[in-house]
């Protein structure tokens, strides 16, 4: 699926509440970015599941940590 697939399919899902994990899953979000899916997933998940994003480039793990520590994902 092309990465603008993805944003349309998990704001659609989002906006109906509906998740396509369990409420416990565990997810890998490989070259997450700016971390916006990454954060899009830990809702999905709930508290009781686990979110791990990963990127080769410093700057956007960085960036990444600030904007969810700053709770703008």
């Known amino acids: 699926m092309q ?3 993805k944003f349309w399919t998990l704001r659609v899902l989002l906006k109906i ?3 396509p994990f369990s409420n416990s899953a565990k997810v890998l979000d490989v070259g997450s ?3 916006y899916l ?3 997933f830990a ?3 709930g508290d ?5 994003g990963t990127d080769r480039l ?5 960036r990444s940590n600030n904007n969810v520590q700053s709770g703008n994902p």
């Open 17 to 19: 509440n509906v998740s």
């Open 33 to 35: 970015g700016s971390g």
């Open 38 to 40: 990454s954060a899009c």
């Open 48 to 52: 009781k599941g686990k979110v791990i």
């Open 43 to 45: 809702a999905m998940v």
């Open 58 to 62: 410093q700057l956007l793990v960085a």
């Open 3 to 5: 990465w603008r697939g």
